[in-house]
């Protein structure tokens, strides 16, 4: 199915049939005589008085719009309040089944780019399952924004695709996209979008002895893989590089430690790190940006079977540790404490991992914040939380205090797997953290806002992409900028 796609518009004279300005209560000399007909600019004023913020123009040929945004002095709320009235128009297109509209800003400040995005990012429909997608399929087609240059929409085009990027690999049910096939769907973004991929198969992963990535894929009858991604322009503004790491269980059953029906049916996101670090690197390549960025992946699903591992089981880590596995279901961790080993290699200069990995983090903060945690430098971490304001993916950080590890002390390896049960995605974090002396690193826990059983405005339902956007705009601002 054809996506959305933005396009740059002459300031204020696009002769467009369905036009959508944006307003704002005390802005509306602003708008000029020529926008609206004399009546109309009457009627407007009338209803903003009395708190009417959508108005709808009809005219002999298409009509107009009219948006009132809130005004707002905080600019991160103001861009999430123009993104969120995006996705808000999309109910009127949709009934009225207009494919393509022109933006008009007369905001003090320019919220138009914003408001593309949120009509943009609603607009998503994953519908490649049904029979009969073309009835299903209520798709915007074009956003013409007044005003924009060329290269802001350029920029803002490859990252929505990004983001669509993700949320289908998300979305795709492990029956269509088992490990294999996601090594492979690694492999075609990187033709497409420019950057290299290089897939380690059972054989490599089996001589390099990643424990960690080899026992959770023991039950299964498909092959794990280790995907290694690679942007490296010309010059980049970065001298070692940075690696981003995703969980790839493309299906997390638990293993012997079973998960109930109500959480299982879920599981085909726990992919979404691994989508997260593709959608990236796609931006990244698509943008040009300047910065030597690796991705990594391991991937698996984790699986019951008579030579699945079982709780209690020992296994020795690509690190060389020994893990004491008490419950098959701390899956991820196993599988990332490879790739955060192997990471070592590349001298990084910053280590950023992505993982669905704890129901903990759920639990505690639901799904609205992204749980993180790491011994990255402060500048670095308030970098991060800008660009997770900027884009309203937002983050919280949560301690990584000594105490909390000495819950995975084992008294037969050298770590065990779980914490006591309390502060899970803590003892996850310290886990990790583990295996990763040598370089500073990020650990981002998107369990909550990766899928979404039903819409929270432009985050469609399901695969929402989160992540994509935030790591785009931190690695942008904190690195390649400056
Ligand atoms: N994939 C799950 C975490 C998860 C939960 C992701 C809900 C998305 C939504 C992870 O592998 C897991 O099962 N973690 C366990 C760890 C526990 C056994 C220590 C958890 O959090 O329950
Ligand atoms: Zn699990
Ligand atoms: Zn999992």
């Known amino acids: 199915m054809k996506r959305v796609q933005l396009t740059a518009a002459n300031s204020g004279q696009s002769q467009h049939k369905y036009l959508v300005i944006l307003a704002e209560k005390d802005g509306l000399d602003r708008l000029n005589d020529d926008m609206l007909l004399p009546a109309e600019t009457s009627f407007l004023r009338q209803g903003v008085e009395r708190d ?37 128009l999309l109910r009127d297109l949709r009934q009225y089944k207009i494919e393509s509209v022109a933006l008009r800003n007369t905001c003090a400040d320019n919220r138009s780019l914003a408001f593309a995005e949120g009509l943009a990012l609603g607009s998503y429909q994953f519908l490649k399952y049904y029979s009969q997608a073309g009835k299903k399929e209520k798709n915007l087609r074009e956003i013409a924004v007044e005003g924009a240059s060329e290269t802001d929409i350029a920029e803002l085009n490859s990252l929505l695709n990004a983001v669509f990027l993700t949320r289908d690999m998300v979305n795709e049910p492990q029956s269509h996209l088992n490990a294999v096939q996601l090594a492979e769907a690694v492999e075609s973004a990187g033709k497409q979008y420019g950057f290299e991929v290089e897939v380690l198969e059972q054989h490599q992963i089996e001589s390099l002895k990643m424990g960690g990535i080899l026992a959770v894929n023991r039950a299964s009858s498909v092959p794990p893989r280790f995907c290694i991604l690679e942007w490296k322009p010309a010059n980049p503004q970065n001298k070692k590089p940075v690696v981003l790491i995703g969980k790839g269980v493309v299906y997390d059953t638990g293993g012997l430690s079973l998960k109930p029906t109500d959480g299982m049916d879920y599981m085909k996101c726990d992919m979404a790190g691994a989508a997260t670090v593709v959608g990236v690197m796609t931006a990244a390549a698509g943008n040009n940006l300047p910065l030597h960025i690796i991705g990594l992946i391991p991937a698996t699903d984790n699986q019951i079977g008579e030579r699945a591992m079982a709780p209690g089981d020992v296994i020795r880590m690509y690190s060389g540790t020994t893990v004491e596995v008490l419950n098959t279901d701390a899956e991820g961790r196993l599988i990332l404490a490879d790739a955060l080993h192997y990471a070592k290699k590349y001298d990084p200069e910053l280590v950023l991992d992505l993982a669905t990995l704890t129901g903990a983090a759920v639990r505690a903060l639901g799904t609205q914040v992204i749980c993180y945690m790491g011994t990255a430098p402060e500048n670095v971490k308030r970098d991060l939380e800008q660009s997770g304001w900027a884009t309203y993916e937002r983050l919280v950080e949560l301690p990584l205090w000594k105490e909390f590890g000495e819950e995975l002390k084992s008294n037969i390896a050298d770590l065990k797997n779980i914490g006591s049960g309390n502060a899970g995605m803590i003892t996850a974090g310290k886990f990790l953290e583990h295996f990763t002396s040598e370089y500073p690193w990020l650990h981002l826990d998107i369990a909550g806002p990766a899928y979404l059983r039903t819409a929270n405005g432009y985050r469609t339902k399901d695969g929402t992409g989160v992540g994509v956007r935030l790591v785009y705009d931190f690695l942008k601002k904190h690195y390649a900028e400056k």
């Open 52 to 88: 009417v913020s959508n108005f709808f123009f009809p005219r002999a040929e298409g009509c107009v719009f009219v948006r009132l945004l809130k005004k707002e002095s905080d600019p991160f709320a103001a861009g999430e309040n123009a993104r969120m009235a995006g996705n808000e």
